[in-house]
């Protein structure tokens, strides 16, 4: 008889992560019992990079207020994203300020696998490239992250491997005649915003168009600045939408979606403003078991609700991190995520990574 992996209801399918210890009904009809096991996970996840477990909330503390984790910090701790300490009652920037931003960078060949390459402005500029620029931190902690190197960096060092520290004039400076496009990336830039948007200030202005890939959980003024700098430049704002269940979204990324899912509405009253290229666009992973057609129908029905002309990509999923015992995503899987997207109401729905689409299960 096989293992149990779901510690709760005691079912046992290749659906269900070992790591994670709960299923998908578990999470959605007894969600207290499946996020107390998730968030044990989670807080080994973080200990395993020496990482704060939680986001610090000390009475007394010092408060960040960059993103939506709302740190509150100790003398001589760390916020939950590893950049900010509080000493003698200040608070410190180890990184993510216009004058030191910690990331890896290189220019990637249009037209590129880009979330929203099918409708960007990049996907008919061959021979031009993308500068690519993957911020070394983030605000979540997603179990099935396919970047999750970068919690080995530190954040008091200049160079690490390919992680350097730079000012957002020495990054804007790697420009040249053939970059059409910034994207920022991660980890997340919504832990680096400052820095993110000197750089984009800097190129908006050289002619460059400036793009987001975030999960969104960046403080609202941080998010208007993003989503105008794309705006003027003709760049876009890809949001990572991984659950609209908020139970599911902190099973997965150890925390809550409602500063995304706010700031992702406050994107859709911009998108009004242009179509092409598409100023917002959204993209979700398709985690086997967990991430089913009836969560990305939810996704697509709240964003049909603020424009059903949004892009909506739909991403295959590979086995990383502490999710690694998964399979690849399936074609039944994918077809039936595109089929519930389209029913809700969106218009312009695509799959993506359809490299990685398996017949699992």
Sequence with gaps: MSKPLCTLCGASTPLISANLGVCLTCLRRQPDNALSRTMQVHRQARRAFSLPELPPRVEGGVSCGLCSRQCVINEGERGYCGLRIVHERRLVHLAGTPSRGLLHWYRDPLPTNCVADWVCGGHSRSGQHNLAVFYASCTLNCLFCQDW?????????DNQGNVQALSAKELADFVNQRTHCICFFGGDPASQMPHAMAVGHLLAER???????????????????????????????KFDLKAFDPNLHRALTGASNAQTLANFAAAAEYSHQRSSPPLVVASTLLVPGYVDAEEVGRIAHFIADLNPDIPYALLGFHPHFFMDDL?????????????????AGLRNVRLGNVHLLSNAY
């Design 149 to 157: 190197h970068f919690r080995n960096t530190d954040p008091t060092l």
């Design 207 to 237: 002619g460059v168009a400036v793009c987001w890939e975030t999960a969104g959980t960046m403080h609202p003024r941080f998010l208007r600045v993003a989503v105008e700098l794309s705006l003027i430049s003709n760049g876009c704002i």
């Design 327 to 343: 399979p690849c995503t399936s074609s039944r899987h994918a077809g039936e995520a595109l089929e519930a997207a389209r029913a």
